[in-house]
């Protein structure tokens, strides 16, 4: 049984070390590949409310009962921050502040549209949150400490419990989409390697290859089933579909960015370090 164990530890180094060569040349263009994928729910949100101005006022007022005035102040803000904070993401600037903003604005959406209690949207939020949360890691250790003069935690504790919540909150959104639709056995059989790459991504165990697994996985899934280009621009699916699509889109920028960073201190690839 050690001998079994042995054998399969070996080879997946050797894979390892083989995919981290093919990767290398790849590998300074991953982080900001990432980070533009985990803003483009919200590059494409404010895009959206920008062109269906009209109607998003007349849905915010006549569905939601917002007064006048008070809906062009809530979409207005919401297309402002969106824009300011994705371009301070992709750009490395102020990305604290930025991703604070960004996070406001998934809270106040879900509020403002009556979205809080519909489990799919929380599921996928939960799983964006998760890729500004790594936005927020990778930005720790960029940065000088502030007050330092006032107890806290050291960066390098904070980027570790950044980089688990990260991880946790990423794979809400496979966990959600496992269990909808209909049930065949290529669904269970994909169903299953996904939420085994999922747990193996929460508890930091290979993953890097969990994470890149999970990139491929939703973006072929993306592209099969959120295809919303092949939708009339007339039918109602169409935003629906587009707004899952760019959702999955920002899901898998933060998969990068766990490819890229690594799992963090509290997770079991680091914990075998020290042995």
């Not at 621009?233 to 899901?251: A, E, V």
Request: hydrophobic share 50%.
């Amino acid at each position: 049984m050690s001998n079994i164990k042995d054998q399969v530890e070996t080879f997946s180094s050797k894979a390892e070390d083989i995919v981290d060569k093919i990767g290398q040349p790849l590998k300074p263009y991953i982080p900001v590949f990432g980070r533009f994928l985990i803003v483009a729910t919200f590059l494409e949100d404010a895009l959206r409310i920008t062109t269906q101005w009209s109607d998003q006022i007349s849905y915010m007022e006549d569905y939601r009962h917002f007064p006048k005035g008070l809906s062009h102040l809530f979409l207005g803000l919401n297309v402002l921050v969106m824009l300011v904070g994705s371009g301070c993401v992709i750009g490395k600037k102020y990305q604290d502040y930025a991703v604070y903003g960004l996070l406001g604005v998934v809270v106040a959406q879900a509020l403002g549209y009556g979205l809080i209690f519909d489990l799919s949207f929380f599921l996928r939020n939960l799983s964006v949150i998760g890729g500004l949360v790594m936005v927020l890691s990778d930005s720790v250790a960029k940065q000088r400490r502030m007050f330092a003069a006032l107890p806290q935690l050291s960066e390098s504790n904070r980027r570790t419990y950044l980089q688990l919540a990260g991880r946790i909150l990423l794979i809400f959104l496979f966990i959600g989409s496992a269990f909808h639709g209909e049930w065949s056995l290529i669904r269970i059989v994909t169903s299953l390697l996904g939420l085994t790459a999922c747990i193996m991504v929460a508890v930091g165990f290979k993953a890097k290859w969990s994470a890149m697994f999970l990139v491929l996985f939703l973006s072929v899934f993306n592209v099969i089933i959120n295809n919303f280009w092949s939708v009339s621009h007339n039918h109602f699916k169409r935003d629906f579909l587009k707004y899952d699509f760019f959702q999955t889109l920002s899901i898998v920028g933060g998969f990068l960015l766990l490819v890229n960073m690594g799992p963090g201190g509290y997770s079991i690839d680091e914990k075998k370090k020290e042995f």
